[in-house]
T-cell receptor, first 111, second 117 residues
Framework: QKEVEQNSGPLSVPEGAIASLNCTYSDRVSQSFFWYRQYSGKSPELIMSIYSNGDKEDGRFTAQLNKASQYVSLLIRDSQPSDSATYLCAVNGGSQGNLIFGKGTKLSVKP | GAVVSQHPSRVICKSGTSVKIECRSL??????MFWYRQFPKQSLMLMATSNEGSKATYEQGVEKDKFLINHASLTLSTLTVTSAHPEDSSFYICSAGSPVSSGNTIYFGEGSWLTVV
C-alpha cells in the first residue's frame, strides 16, 4: 500500500524564521509531488508542485525533491503568523490522477 | 479565483434523509473528479473516484449504495449521502485535475460541512 509519511507536529517557529517541513513516500515510481496548505475548517489549497529532483522556488516557498531518498520537503522563509496551518504532502497515487496524502504537519508561527 | 466550486458549503439534515453535494470544475473539463472525507483533526481520506459517463470507483470500506456518485457531465459531479446518520457528519471535499501537460495538478473545492442531527 502506498504511503506518505509526515511528522504531525506541531512545529513551532518564531516569526521571521525558516520553517522546514518534511515528507517521505513509499512508492518509488511516484512522479508528482505536491504541498497543500489547509487552514482549520477550510479546504486544502495548493502551494507548490514539484516533479524533478532538486529545488523549486516560488516566493517565500521552496520545495525540495530527492527521488533517490524518496523525500520531499517544503521550506518557508520569513515565516509569518498567517502561515500557521496544517501542511499536507501529497503524491500521485494512480493512473487516474488521485493523490495520496500524508496526515499533515501542523505549523505554528509565533509572533 | 477558484477552479473547482463546491455547493453547499454547509448543510444540516435530519437523520435518515439524503443530502446532495455538487462539485463543478470551472473553466476546464474534468473527466475525473475525486471525493474525500475529513473528520476533525484527521487527514483527507479518498472515498471514491468519479468518472464522467461511467460508474464511480469506491475505496475499500466506502459503501457505494450509501454514497451515490453521479458524474453526468465533464464539469459536474454530485455526491449524495443517502439515509444519513450522525456518524456521517464530516467535511466532504471534492477535487478535480486540471489539464496540465504533466503532473495532473489537483485542485480542491471549498468543501462541504455536513451535520446530521
Amino acid at each position: 500500500q502506498k504511503e506518505v509519511e509526515q511528522n504531525s507536529g506541531p512545529l513551532s517557529v518564531p516569526e521571521g524564521a525558516i520553517a522546514s517541513l518534511n515528507c517521505t513516500y513509499s512508492d518509488r515510481v511516484s512522479q508528482s509531488f505536491f504541498w497543500y496548505r489547509q487552514y482549520s475548517g477550510k479546504s486544502p489549497e495548493l502551494i507548490m508542485s514539484i516533479y524533478s529532483n532538486g529545488d523549486k522556488e516560488d516566493g517565500r516557498f521552496t520545495a525540495q525533491l530527492n527521488k533517490a531518498s524518496q523525500y520531499v520537503s517544503l521550506l518557508i522563509r520569513d515565516s509569518q503568523p498567517s502561515d500557521s496551518a496544517t501542511y499536507l504532502c501529497a503524491v500521485n497515487g494512480g493512473s487516474q490522477g488521485n493523490l495520496i496524502f500524508g496526515k499533515g504537519t501542523k505549523l505554528s508561527v509565533k509572533p | 479565483g477558484a477552479v473547482v466550486s463546491q455547493h453547499p458549503s454547509r448543510v444540516i439534515c435530519k437523520s435518515g434523509t439524503s443530502v446532495k453535494i455538487e462539485c463543478r470544475s470551472l473553466d476546464f473539463q474534468a473527466t475525473t473528479m475525486f471525493w474525500y472525507r475529513q473528520f476533525p483533526k484527521q487527514s483527507l481520506m479518498l472515498m471514491a473516484t468519479s468518472n464522467e459517463g461511467s460508474k464511480a470507483t469506491y475505496e475499500q470500506g466506502v459503501e457505494k449504495d450509501k454514497f451515490l456518485i453521479n458524474h453526468a457531465s465533464l464539469t459536474l459531479s454530485t455526491l449524495t449521502v443517502t439515509s444519513a446518520h450522525p456518524e456521517d457528519s464530516s467535511f466532504y471535499i471534492c477535487s478535480a485535475g486540471s489539464p496540465v501537460s504533466s503532473g495532473n495538478t489537483i485542485y480542491f473545492g471549498e468543501g462541504s460541512w455536513l451535520t446530521v442531527v
